[in-house]
């Protein structure tokens, strides 16, 4: 019986984590796991990941105020997410 509910503990505990990163929006193949603005982990608190398109390239933000500074410059985070990609 103590080994069923390790079992069931553990599948919880995987299964949870998927639904959890499954649910923030942000791919499996995205580069980064931090925002290029705040340095927030993106999906992580209570934050809901925020994404913005500039030039093609797709940049995730921790959350959606940090667009105002993305905006600011687009071209610099849009590389960051570039150079990322080639160094996986």
Known sequence: MKTKSIITIIAAVLFGGFVF???SGVPKDYPLKKCVISGEEI???????????HEGTD???CCKNCKKDFDKDPAKYAKQ????????
Request: aromatic fraction near 8%; charge should be positive; hydrophobic fraction near 45%.
């Open 21 to 23: 990163a499954a649910g």
């Open 81 to 88: 997410v570039k150079d990322a990609a080639t160094k996986k």
């Open 59 to 61: 940049v995730w933000l």
């Open 43 to 53: 999906g992580g608190g209570d934050m809901k990941p925020f994404k913005v398109t």
